[in-house]
């Protein structure tokens, strides 16, 4: 994958400057689509009569990856390209367009539009105008919790279940999740787990069948199918099940997920 670059010298510049100087950047700034892309929007926009009383606005905006949304606030429908899309053709912007504002309007999307998007996210041309990951600093995340250690707990999970083959990914505890339990990011190889997780109520056979989750992640990346992404594949599942007390595992998530503090940490088999 080639190196990131801004969008423009000046962000550039911008961005490395504060950098420099110790200042956290200021939010990431957006702006109106140029007009080509504004009338590539529009003419697909236009084919969507539900949404007509709506005024468009067109944005680009500095997502960390190829992305495109789609709101509607205040009489107006926002979609917001990111840098990306000024490297991309008619054709594909129109795909991407079609898939925000099927979404929008509850019809199904594509999956021709899906494959369109998926093959161009994927080019240089479009990474290249991803707005500059390493000027922006990331959070730091604890991976040493208060009750949990994640280097510790990956590298017996690594021994047990990969031969200590998997690489060890970057692991932090994420105080901003709410519902979701653990979340693998390929662009930054990094597995977050929810922070609610380090406490001692917690059994660690909840914490651990989160974090071995997450490292199939890291160990199967995605199968495209039909067009889309897909992470959970039968291997994946399969992989799931051979973590031993994988269904009292399953049972405490949900039950951890509806809010419920888990009881019994018994582990079965151990
Ligand atoms: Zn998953």
Partial sequence: MPKQRPADASQLWFWGRREEAGVRPARPTVRPAPDDLRTVVAREFAGFRSLSHLRLVVELFPYRDVKISAAVQDGALCIRLGEAFQAADEATLRAAAR?????????????????????????????????LHTATPRPRYRTVGRHYSLPRLFDALNRR?????????????????????????????????????????????????????????????????????????????QDERRFDGYEEAQRLCESFARGRRPRSPRRPGA
């Fill in 161 to 237: 279940y990969f031969h200590g083959a998997l690489p060890r990914p970057n692991l932090g505890w994420s105080p901003q999740f709410v519902s979701r339990l653990g979340s693998y990011y390929s662009e930054t190889d990094l597995i977050l787990l929810n922070a609610r997780l380090d406490d001692a109520r917690v059994p660690p056979l909840l914490v651990e069948y989160i974090l071995y989750h997450e490292m199939l992640h890291k160990k199967h990346g995605y199968r495209i199918v039909g067009g889309r992404r897909q992470y959970h594949t039968r291997q994946f599942r």
């Fill in 99 to 131: 898939i925000v504002l099927h979404k929008l309007t509850g019809r199904r999307t594509r999956p021709a539009d899906h494959a369109a998007f998926n093959r161009f996210s994927e080019t240089p041309a479009a990474r290249a105008l991803l707005p």
